[in-house]
């Protein structure tokens, strides 16, 4: 498996994965329809969250990173530009891995590679709203914890944040993610 940078012509593929990801949590995405329904399927909302993402001014196309095996994209992870009052700071997502490669080491490697990518370039810290048993084995505590809540307070019981070695303790406030996260 190989971690690598989106490319230009990806979007398909990345698009696949995430429908593949979270088809199950959506009832009409994966084409779980009543019989006799023609009511078109739905893509899940993370298939336009990354499409809406890369027309904002927070995508930034060094941190979307797909899993590859064989020339084929298994998973794919975006890190995007977010603030907490002046200063920035990334958000983590979508994440997804298609559900057969599931279970396989995939969401991990790509974790630690965006993580390692977001150090690499002096980033303090990466925001996340995710399952609260998954994603503190990568370093992420709650939010709250460093003084730090998402904008929207229905979110502060799966906001998540991990500090990396550019962190700065005054770092506190509202965690305000790029435009897209609120289209949805």
């Known amino acids: ?12 593929a990345i698009d696949a994965v995430h429908r593949s990801a979270f088809a199950r ?8 329809r009543p019989p006799g329904s023609t009511a078109p399927t739905a893509d899940p909302p993370e298939v336009g969250l990354v499409r809406l993402l890369r027309d904002s001014s927070g995508w930034m ?18 890190l995007t530009r977010a603030g907490i009052g002046p200063f920035p700071v990334l958000a983590l997502g979508p994440i997804g891995v298609r559900a ?34 998954y994603y503190p084995r990568f370093g992420f505590v709650p939010g709250a914890r460093l003084g730090i809540v998402p904008d929207q ?3 502060t ?9 550019a962190y700065d303790a005054e770092i506190k406030g509202e965690f305000r993610y790029a435009d897209p996260f609120y289209e949805l």
């Open 1 to 12: 498996m190989l971690i690598r940078r989106e490319r230009t012509g990806d979007a398909a």
């Open 61 to 78: 196309p060094t941190l979307s990173m797909v899993a590859e095996s064989h020339d084929d994209i298994m998973g794919h992870v975006c």
């Open 100 to 133: 057969g490669a599931q279970g396989h080491g995939v969401g991990a490697a790509l974790m630690h590679a965006a993580l390692g990518a977001a150090d690499a370039l002096d980033e303090p810290l990466v925001g996340l709203l995710g399952h609260l048993d």
């Open 157 to 165: 019981s799966h906001f998540q944040v991990r500090p990396l070695a």
């Open 25 to 32: 949590e959506y009832a009409n995405a994966n084409g779980d």
């Open 153 to 155: 307070p229905e979110w």
